[in-house]
């Protein structure tokens, strides 16, 4: 037996073992993408591909910690129901043998090309990293053609995440990387064939320009054109935390300006954080047939309590964001859930007109673990509207400091902690809860908050309370169990 079929055969035991106890979790979500067993992290190689959505995942089946990670895949061919398909990726080969890492995949000649970081490390926990290749006929067997990239010089061997695209006849590839003085940086590389590649130079970062001295590690570059500009998002790691920016042990942002595919350069404005809540990293995006850019992000932060979270006990840890549709609007990345979200719904919708005057307040019908709220024609007079989702999570909306808070109770100590931006009037909310997850897209998509939560299972109450005169319009739907 080969290394690789040892390991598919080891990861397929493991999620026999653990079945039952991973189903039995009150936590396990109902209609996000989750690991059968194990750690889920970073979306890789996500792409429509021959009409069938390909979403495939770091994957630790053997723990709920990090370690030498496979390439899971779950297929689609319409964003809400998924079949979890064979392993793409085992880590069973030499320049590979501590973790497939992360990465992306592109079409070409009527084939699936998935470029990934072979991660290697000595004895000594000395690092070696390779940007490899697999091609696949049939989107789910790879035949690994091995590494297509070293180091280049001037990086340390935190080089990796690749991302590669097709401009002006030319094959692009970004990868995430740490220059040799510790800055983050945004390495661009050239191939007119996929196998031969030439480094371009730093394209972000690195010491230079607006990014320049921005933290030490980018991961999970994606550069891309939406609304007529170039927009490029990131994860960076060491920034401090600047006020109520920053507040996540890592971030993931964008930062929008011009490519020039000629020389390699890349002119861009601010840095701004995708997402604002608790639980948002690494995030992905591809171009599907309708012409839409779709981001997956992965509904975690590194090193930031991930062993505390209660789902350990189940042998099971994270899940993925629903599937976001991406637009640029005035200069800034606007996310909304795709509208084929709305087959989930299931039974008639809950349609209310709720007026609030200094009170808390219930609305018949409006309860649950799996739940989609809509709030528009929001009128606050003065003073705030809040939304509390079963007892443990509660989002704020203040009039007066024009703030919007998302709170939850922690699910490390039970304290209550906070993430918070600036909104300068509050229209709408729509609101995805998903038993131990929420999504909340504020404005039509403008500002967006992630958390996972952990209300008592037994409660599924949903609150509205203000503490003046408020008037809106509310929707509800349960949504049904994909998973």
Same mark, same amino acid.
């Given at each position: ?12 035991? !493991?999620?026999? $073992? *653990? ?23 970073? &979306? ?72 990934? #970081? ?12 390779? @940007? ?36 002006? =006849? ?12 510790? $800055? ?21 970062? %690195?010491? !230079? ?33 600047? %006020? ?13 300006? +011009? ?23 690494? &995030? ?6 309708? =012409?839409?850019?779709?981001?997956? =992000? ?5 090193? @930031?309590?991930?062993?505390?979270? &209660? ?19 005035? =200069?800034?990345?606007? @996310? ?14 809950? !349609? *209310? ?13 409006? $309860?649950?673990? +799996? ?14 509207? +809040?939304?509390?989702?079963? %007892? +443990? ?36 909310? *729509? ?23 952990? &209300? ?13 005169? #408020? ?13």
């Amino acid at each position: 037996m080969s290394k690789d079929q040892e390991l598919r055969r080891a990861a397929f035991e !493991e999620v026999e $073992k *653990h079945q039952d106890l991973v189903e039995a979790d009150p936590y396990r979500l109902h209609y996000h993408i989750m690991p059968p067993v194990g750690l889920l992290n970073d &979306p890789n190689g996500w792409i429509q591909w021959n009409g069938t959505y390909h979403l495939f995942y770091q994957w630790m089946p053997f723990k709920t910690g990090h370690g030498a990670k496979f390439w899971g895949h779950y297929s689609s061919e319409d964003l809400v129901n998924w079949t979890h398909e064979d392993i793409a990726l085992t880590p069973s080969e030499w320049f590979e043998k501590n973790g497939c890492y992360s990465g992306s995949a592109i079409e070409h000649n009527g084939e699936l090309y998935a470029f990934y #970081t072979g991660n290697v490390k000595d004895e000594e926990g000395n690092r070696e990293s390779y @940007q490899c290749l697999a091609v696949s006929k049939d989107g789910i067997h790879f035949d690994k053609k091995g590494p297509v990239v070293h180091l280049p010089e001037g990086y340390t061997a935190h080089f990796r995440d690749p991302k590669v695209w097709k401009q002006n =006849g030319s094959y692009f590839m970004v990868v995430g990387a740490q220059t040799e003085d510790m $800055k983050g940086a945004v390495a661009l590389l050239q191939s007119e064939d996929l196998h031969e590649w030439t480094h371009v130079g730093v394209l972000a970062g %690195g010491g !230079e320009g607006p990014l320049g001295d921005f933290g030490y590690m980018f991961e999970c570059p994606d550069l891309f054109e939406l609304g007529g500009e170039d927009v490029l998002v990131f994860s960076p790691q060491g920034l401090e935390a600047d %006020g109520m920016k920053y507040q996540n042990v890592y971030q993931a942002g964008y930062v929008v300006g +011009a490519f020039d595919s000629q020389n390699g350069r890349y002119e861009h404005r601010a840095f701004y954080e995708l997402d604002h809540g608790f639980d948002f990293y690494a &995030p992905q995006t591809t171009e599907d047939e309708h =012409g839409r850019r779709v981001l997956f =992000g992965w509904m975690s932060v590194p090193d @930031q309590a991930e062993q505390d979270h &209660p789902t350990v006990k189940h042998q099971w840890l994270h899940n993925m964001t629903l599937p976001r549709e991406l637009k640029l609007v005035d =200069g800034r990345v606007y @996310q909304t859930p795709v509208s084929e979200l709305e087959e989930m719904r299931e039974g008639s919708v809950v !349609e *209310h007109r709720l007026e609030l005057d200094h009170e808390t307040h219930e609305v018949e019908g409006v $309860k649950g673990k +799996a739940v989609e709220l809509y709030l528009e024609d929001i009128n606050i007079s003065e003073g705030w509207f +809040a939304l509390e989702i079963g %007892g +443990a999570a509660r989002l704020v909306y203040s009039s007066e400091q024009r703030i919007f808070t998302m709170e939850r109770e922690s699910y490390v100590d039970g304290v209550v902690e906070k993430r918070q931006t600036e909104v300068d009037s509050l229209n709408d909310v *729509h609101i995805f809860i998903d038993t131990s997850s929420v999504e909340v897209f504020v404005n039509g998509g403008a500002h967006v908050f992630t958390a996972r939560f952990y &209300p008592a299972p037994n409660n599924e109450s949903i609150q509205f309370t203000a503490s003046d005169k #408020t008037t809106l319009n509310l929707k509800k739907w349960d949504l049904r169990k994909v998973f």
